[in-house]
């Protein structure tokens, strides 16, 4: 019988990948803040990651400053008196 290995850290990341950009699309549908920001974390293990790449890989490690600059200028501002 063949031994199968398989990659945990492959799939916990490919799972963060998926999560963020779900939570960057509904945070686009429901213009809240929350929803950027936690894109932007569950991205941030995996940009630092790649952010020892010594190629063009290196500029994934930039992706969670585009939610973060979502939530603060995408995100429609309460009127606080």
């Known amino acids: 019988m063949k031994?199968?290995?398989f990659f945990w850290?492959?799939?916990l990341f490919w799972l963060l990948i998926g999560v963020?950009?779900?939570f960057l699309i509904?945070?686009?549908i429901k213009?809240?803040?929350i929803h950027f920001v936690l894109s932007a974390l569950l991205f941030s293990p995996i940009?630092?990651?790649f952010s020892g790449a010594e190629n063009a890989f290196k500029l994934i490690m930039f992706?969670?400053?585009v939610p973060l600059l979502l939530a603060v200028f995408f995100v429609p501002k309460k009127n606080v008196k």
């Open 3 to 5: 031994k199968v290995n």
């Open 9 to 11: 850290a492959g799939l």
């Open 20 to 22: 963020s950009i779900f």
């Open 26 to 28: 509904w945070g686009l």
């Open 31 to 33: 213009k809240r803040a």
């Open 47 to 49: 940009a630092y990651y």
């Open 63 to 65: 992706y969670p400053i």
